[in-house]
């Protein structure tokens, strides 16, 4: 890891004593903290207020039993969580979690950058977590359904349009929100749309949500190659996953000119040296859950499946790491440097390792950190909230016009604040930057919270 400045040395040593064993939090707060050493010798109200630790503090963690059964009969138990991080810009907002890795370090790392994620969107709306280590693969509709009965049994209570507003991420999809928000009505006796974000279209959904971490991290990363005069036209394109945001990163970079050559999931990943067809991917992943590797089998000539390995292998001038957390390593980025990396858009989470992001830096290549690439996703939630607060629908034309203009605005944010603490085209130091002056003036502004 970079070493961080010697006055913010002593809060990071305080974080890592009292959140021992979260790993993927410790991470999320060295990064942020690599960067504030400017705005320290800038700022140093910002230190003498003790604002930096504070921020790094939660204001509420929920840790919860979930029971439910499945077909047979038999009774299960997972643990539930929601973690409120941050509350000074507007209600809590952030997604949930099914998978059987989620613990309380991997919640608090996701709702701490959830924090500068929705500062950045420049939308009244403050950061948190949650989720379960509940997995949804290989459940029934029902099982699925009393499962998600149970958790919004318990978190029901601590939600509301202007409290927390929960949407979705790993493991849950429209499916998952509308079992969810069906038990929330029927536990409260009120119909609060805005209390979810993720809904589908029936029932007060944004047209555009689905599309638009995938979308965004696209527009954030075209942004991007401007700045060197270059376009998405013609580059090789590679992105991990095959969930939700990498399906429509794909479907917007096919748009846009370039070539998507790669994709994946969890058992492998699959090459097509003619393009990959996203409509396939879609027909695999929504419609089948099915898995990649069906792929190379329907799509015929010109498709691989490889097993294993690292999709970062291939060859490609820009790479979208949109999986999970610190799949991109040192490692890999090496090979992607080596063969001719242009660019990175993360639109997974932290997905680059602090190695992996320390290559990407030095070498030149432009890398825009998830916490400002992925924000379309939450933006868009937030334009979900508010057509719901105005009982209002608008059209997938307008909303991707309101998204658009949010991310270049991100873009243009984050390099001028990079340019202001003299680190030119660091995106990542002007995105740490730019989201922790913003939650931090206005926890300063409301007194010791």
């Not at 499945?70 to 941050?86: E, K, L, P, T, Y």
């Not at 580059?235 to 429509?248: C, D, T």
């Not at 242009?342 to 997905?351: I, K, R, S």
């Not at 379309?376 to 016009?401: H, I, P």
Request: charged fraction near 20%; charge should be neutral.
């Amino acid at each position: 890891m970079v070493s961080i400045d010697d006055k913010l040395q002593p809060i990071l040593t305080e974080v890592l004593r009292r959140n021992a064993g979260e790993a993927e939090f410790h991470q999320a707060v060295h990064e942020v903290l690599e960067s504030l050493g400017r705005v320290i010798a800038k700022h140093p109200h910002y230190l003498e207020r003790s604002l930096i630790e504070r921020i790094c503090e939660p204001e509420r963690q929920i840790i919860f039993r979930v029971p439910w059964h499945d077909d047979a009969g038999h009774i299960h138990i997972n643990r539930g969580f929601r973690v409120q991080f941050n509350s000074a810009l507007g209600p809590y907002k952030g997604g949930l979690r099914f998978h059987p890795s989620v613990n309380v370090g991997i919640i608090k790392f996701l709702g701490f950058e959830q924090t500068f994620k929705n500062a950045l969107t420049g939308l009244p709306i403050g950061g948190g977590k949650g989720g379960s280590d509940f997995d949804p693969k290989g459940k029934s509709e029902n099982e699925v359904m009393r499962f998600c009965q149970s958790f919004m049994t318990e978190l029901f209570r601590h939600l509301g349009e202007y409290t927390d507003v929960p949407a979705g991420d790993i493991g849950v999809g429209g499916r998952e929100i509308g079992y969810m928000f069906g038990q929330y009505k029927r536990l409260t006796n009120r119909y609060e749309a805005g209390v979810l974000t993720g809904k589908g279209l029936a029932y007060g959904g944004s047209r555009a949500r689905k599309e638009a971490t995938g979308y965004g991290n696209t527009w954030f990363v075209e942004a991007m190659l401007a700045t060197k005069g270059e376009t998405f036209e013609g580059k090789r394109v590679v992105v991990s996953g095959s969930g939700n945001v990498a399906i429509y990163t794909m479907e917007k970079v096919a748009a846009l000119g370039g070539k998507v050559i790669a994709c994946s999931d969890s058992g492998g990943y699959v090459v097509d040296e003619n393009g990959i067809d996203t409509g396939l991917v879609k027909e695999i992943k929504e419609v089948r859950r099915g898995r990649i590797s069906e792929y190379a089998r329907l799509k015929g000539e010109g498709a691989h499946y490889i097993t294993g390995g690292s999709i970062w292998d291939v060859p490609c001038d820009v790479a979208m790491p949109s999986a999970t957390q610190n799949e991109l390593t040192g490692k890999d980025a090496r090979t992607l440097v080596k063969n001719g990396l242009l660019a990175v858009g993360e639109g997974a989470n932290m997905p680059s390792t602090p190695d992996a992001i320390h290559i990407f830096r030095a070498s030149g290549v432009l890398f825009a950190p998830g916490k400002a690439a992925n924000a379309g996703g939450v933006a868009t939630s937030a334009l979900e909230m508010q057509q719901n607060a105005s009982r209002d629908s608008w059209s997938s034309e307008q909303t991707q016009t309101r998204l658009a203009g949010i991310m270049r605005s991100i873009h243009d944010t984050c390099a001028a604040t990079a340019d202001e603490y003299g680190a030119p085209g660091d995106y990542v130091l002007g995105a740490n930057i730019a989201g922790f002056v913003k939650v931090a003036e206005a926890m300063d502004a409301l007194g010791v919270i």
